[in-house]
């Protein structure tokens, strides 16, 4: 978290603790602060502050959009469509929905994992209540043809929703721009607090909530205001719209230099879109080696970095992501997602690219012996 962040947070722990839906001096001191951050959330994506919706996160803001849409149209037949490559936090309620009786399309990427937004032309139906492709992907970061998918959405009077968590902050995100009736993010991946995030609802568009309580964020969300999060999120959002064009030239330079370091390594292949992409991540596979061990060798050495893929009874499993792009099997297996952000430091990646050789070669030479495997 940004220090500045948390220094804003802070006193919305205890002398200003005030309940934000409170008619006395320390309930208005706290309404005022959940204001202030809901305007500067707003102004980040090009939204008026009654569009914003407080969420506990993105996860929250995606299944609020999704089955909060699929309830709204009251159509027992609702046809949703997504793609393969989307977080698991809008695969799953769009499964979920699925085993209750509504239709699931998901579609499939190409190569850099970008969804034809043609596809999604032809994916319509008369009973389509909703499209939702995510701006920028978590794991790739490949940008989407969102503002073409939302165009087509539009143009179909379907309702279209993206998950922008990895974009909003870190690239222009304008819901205008997008067609985006719906577009979810989290306060934590743009340096804020985990555990709070927002729904942006375009002004007229009708979702059922998911959370039935008090009538908070005009009955969209019941439940006491999470002042303090709240507070950090906004100042989040502003340090995001103040800092954005020159951080995300300066992180855009490191990952770019990291990208070339590994490029130049043997059996390396650079994931998702070379130029369509987030500033912060990097996956790179690197063939006839494994994720696991390269991620336990990075950690002794005091490098953060992870796979996207969970291991599962021996087996790794590769990430749904990874899968989807349709890269070779000796490459998935030994894919790493590397991300950057406002603390990453030059020396840093210079490290990655020095040790990463020999952890490679170490862990290529024990993968082969276990299994047999030729490079
Ligand atoms: C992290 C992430 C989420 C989940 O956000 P939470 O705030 O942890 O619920 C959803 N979508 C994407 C693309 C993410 O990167």
């Not at 940004?2 to 802070?10: E, F, G, N, S, T």
């Not at 506990?56 to 997504?82: K, M, Q």
Request: aromatic share 4%.
């Amino acid at each position: 978290m940004d220090p500045r962040v948390l220094a804003a947070m802070q006193p919305f722990f205890a002398e200003r603790f005030g309940n934000a839906g409170s008619v006395h001096g320390l309930g208005q001191d706290a309404r005022a602060a959940v204001d202030e951050a809901r305007a500067a959330v707003a102004a980040l994506m090009g939204a008026q502050p009654e569009e914003i919706v407080f969420t506990s996160g993105a996860t929250e803001a995606n299944n609020a959009a999704i089955i909060g849409t699929v309830y709204a149209s009251r159509r027992p037949d609702a046809h949703l469509i997504t793609a393969a490559t989307e977080h698991h936090a809008v695969l799953e309620p769009a499964r979920w929905l699925a085993g209750r009786g509504a239709a699931l399309t998901v579609l499939p990427v190409d190569g850099c994992g970008r969804v034809d937004p043609d596809a999604v032309r032809r994916a319509i139906r008369p009973e389509t209540v909703l499209i939702s492709i995510m701006h920028g992907n978590n794991e790739i970061g490949t940008l989407s043809l969102a503002a073409e998918i939302g165009a087509i959405a539009r143009e179909h009077g379907v309702r279209f929703h993206t998950d922008a968590t990895q974009s909003v902050g870190a690239v222009p995100v304008d819901v205008g721009d997008l067609h985006a009736d719906l577009l979810s993010f989290s306060a934590h991946k743009r340096y804020g607090p985990k555990g709070v995030g927002a729904l942006y609802v375009r002004s007229g568009v009708g979702i059922e909530p998911i959370l039935h309580g008090g009538s908070q964020e005009r009955g969209r969300r019941g439940g006491t205001e999470n002042v303090a999060s709240i507070v950090g999120l906004g100042v989040a959002a502003r340090l995001a719209e103040e800092t954005m064009a020159e951080e995300s030239a300066r992180i855009a330079a490191l990952r770019d230099r990291l990208a070339a370091g590994m490029a130049a390594m043997e059996g390396a292949h650079l994931n998702g879109h070379l130029q369509e992409r987030l500033p912060g991540i990097l996956s790179v596979s690197f063939a006839g080696a494994d994720s696991e061990s390269l991620l336990l060798a990075l950690d002794l050495e005091g490098i953060a970095a992870s796979s996207g893929s969970a291991c599962a009874s021996g087996s790794i499993e590769p990430s749904h992501v990874i899968a989807a792009l349709g890269l070779p099997d000796r490459l998935v297996a030994g894919t790493l997602r590397f991300s950057l952000g406002r603390p990453t430091t030059a020396g840093e990646i210079e490290r990655v690219l020095e040790v990463l050789p020999r952890l490679l070669d170490r862990v290529r030479r024990a993968w082969a012996g276990a299994y047999g495997f030729r490079r």
